[in-house]
């Protein structure tokens, strides 16, 4: 067996190292496997020290190249650092237990329960991983089934009484002239947001090679949609308009409202803070899709499914997908023109479908 490198181990030293590895064998001991023993035992040791973050951080970096999406390593990484680290990023990963895990979702598990659930979820795996590398023994203590089940509110129960505030459809015409008025990058987002009623992340992360302006349409792409299906969005002009001058300031190449760091799309909370300064802290910017929905619903006659189809949920049961297989772009856009004409206040764009009384 070698006794390390010439530059290193001085001839006194590797004379002495001989020396002990000679006694070893006379005593019945291997110094080959008594080496290894020895770089277990130091390696046991540092995991033993390892933190929650730094276990965490290593976990993450395993994982990142197997995900798809970016946003995915992104929502790791922010619910981690705004929700586990303030409690969990010192303490040995060894150490991490039920009263640290109840530290951390507490405080959230009522009021963001699908972030609490997630980040629990999140945590769940990093801890297992770290008991399968030698870090920690025993019980996983964020699993959920026969153990925080026991102490915390049912995930699905909590879950159905969560709502997005949403403005109702008789105000959005007033809350539109009020955010024409600003004429800035947000604004233009947050307008173009509600005419296409898409998701946050949709447009935040919307290039200017998705929209194609000869057929007024936003093609988005399977990998950003919530169902895992490309999307096409019918454009109505006043649509169209905002993504032109949209592109006007941001150009062609990259994201249709790029973020402040190059390269980076616009901060998912950028509407909602835009919401804050607008005096409008009651309302969320997903919520505009309810208030779509509900405008659908009371004042046009377009049937419910063409207006799922146009907030891109899936609509009737497996045996109907079956038979309409087209995504009804053109039927959906005479209904998104009508949205846009009555969010600008334009007359006509409401057909009522209340009884007439009489006078």
């Known amino acids: 067996m070698g006794l390390g490198p010439l530059s290193s181990v001085s001839l006194a030293e590797a004379r002495a190292l001989a020396s002990n590895y000679r006694k070893m064998l006379a005593d019945g001991l291997d110094p080959i496997e008594a080496r290894r023993d020895q770089k277990r035992q130091e390696q046991a040791e540092r995991l033993a020290t390892m933190t929650f973050k730094e276990a965490a951080e290593a976990y993450m970096e395993s994982l ?127 307008y173009l947001t509600i005419l296409t009623c898409a998701r946050t992340n949709e447009m935040l992360e919307a290039r200017a090679s998705e929209f194609d302006l000869d057929r007024a349409v936003w093609n988005v792409p399977a990998e950003r949609m919530k169902m895992g299906r490309p999307h096409r969005v019918p454009l109505c002009p006043a649509a169209v308009a905002s993504v032109r001058r949209a592109i006007e300031k941001s150009g062609t190449d990259g994201y249709l409202f790029p973020g402040r760091k190059k390269g980076k799309p616009c901060s998912n909370m950028a509407m909602l803070n835009l919401l804050g300064r607008m005096g409008r802290d009651d309302i969320t910017v997903h919520g505009f899709r309810s208030t779509f929905r509900d405008w659908v619903a009371e004042c046009t006659e377009h049937p419910d499914s063409l207006a799922e189809m146009a907030l891109a949920h899936v609509v009737g049961n497996k045996v109907e997908g079956a038979y309409r297989r087209g995504d009804m772009l053109e039927r959906r856009r005479p209904l998104m023109e009508r949205w846009a004409d009555y969010c600008d206040g334009k007359a006509g764009a409401v057909i009522s479908l209340a009884p007439a009384v009489a006078a």
């Open 64 to 190: 990142e190249p197997s995900w798809k999406n970016p946003k995915h390593a992104q929502q790791w990484r922010n619910t981690l650092r705004d929700y586990a680290y303030p409690v969990l990023a010192n303490v040995y990963v060894a150490d991490v237990d039920v009263t640290a895990i109840l530290r951390v979702l507490r405080p959230i598990w009522s009021k963001k329960t699908e972030t609490a659930n997630r980040l629990r979820g999140r945590i769940e795996r990093i801890l297992d991983a770290a008991r399968v590398l030698g870090m920690r023994t025993g019980e996983n203590p964020a699993r959920w089934r026969g153990n925080l089940d026991k102490i915390l509110p049912k995930y699905e129960r909590t879950r159905r009484t969560q709502h997005h505030p949403a403005l109702a459809w008789a105000d959005i015409p007033s809350f539109v002239r009020d955010l024409r008025e600003r004429k800035d990058a947000t604004a233009e987002m947050l």
